[in-house]
């Protein structure tokens, strides 16, 4: 029986052929297996690390565009502010014609200040002239302004002279000629823009800062359709560039605060990295240095054997004592007063203080050397 059953073709088939090729594939399903596994592993733990770097980053990135755009609204002020001038006059009962020099009040804010301590300011008036005979004739005529704050407190005043550009009769003549249809279709008018600078510097008091303004024409013949105030800022040193060239500035300043912040943020993760929890640390690659507590452990060791020598030799009164106290704390004994009183009673008091004297003063020699 056995002899037919060690010859079974199916016996041979299964021991020989089956089992082996099923081990095998097991054996390369279970490594291809682990191997995906490690892969995966590793495939996440490199992701997780870049996210995490790609999130700082553009934290970064994102807090140094906003500083820089913070700083540049406080830092730099509005390049221009522009204000309508309506002129008033008292006209006269009897006669045509007006019988005051106009003028006019303009309000700059409502609020506390418009303009920028410490920052120049260039102060215009823009006027609008027709080229009438009046006007011609006229001449030159003087513009006074007052900048006052709330309250009507006068802080500054300025006055400057001004007139229409002469233009000769044959100028006139052929202007007009060549003119002709736009002055006909009222797409250009018979009128000049006059700029008057009022202010070429002026600074304003943070104490008593300009909230409005009163502009006069001193003239009752001088002819406008109307006029603007515009004052707008004159910047010098690192407002000027950041004006005039913006990319420039807004790159520089941009590096720099990303600079700084990533500084910052590198010593910060430096140190937090001392508090962190081991796994925390495994995962992030930042294994502690484990130098000194190796040293700490070996010194421990060795102090461990000094103190074990410290106790070989003669039996001695204070070995006693020691031995019995920890005897007795290790198996959680009562302690017994009375035997430092027997012993004291029994040996002599010079004798007792003679051994104290001299196992103190061999422990401290042992300890020092």
Known sequence: MSVINYVNPFRIYKDLVRKPIETFLFNQYLGYRKKTGEGINSAKEIIYKVAIILVFLTAILWLSI??????????MPNITHQRTVHFQFKPCEETMGICSFPYAYVQLTRKSSILMSGQLYRIRLILEMPESNVNKDLGMFMVCTQMRA???VLVSSSCRSTMLRYRSKLHEYIRTAVMAPLLMSDVVEEKQTIQVDLFTEFDDDPNQPVTDAYVELQSRYVQVYGGQ???????????YLMYNWP??????????NLFFITLVFALSWYHLQEGLPEFIKSK?????????????????????????KLWTGKPTVTRYFTTRFRYNAKRKLPQNPRTARNLYNTIPRFLFKITLCTMNTQTSKRIHT
């Open 229 to 239: 105030l515009h004052i707008e800022a004159h910047f010098t040193g690192l407002r």
């Open 284 to 308: 992030l690659g930042t294994t502690p240095d484990k130098d000194e507590d190796n040293k700490k452990l070996i010194g421990k060791i060795k102090l461990e054997k000094e103190g074990k």
């Open 66 to 75: 906003f500083n820089y755009i913070v700083f540049y609204h406080m830092y």
């Open 150 to 152: 709330k309250g009507g």
């Open 247 to 256: 990319k420039f500035s807004a790159l520089f300043g941009i590096s720099t």
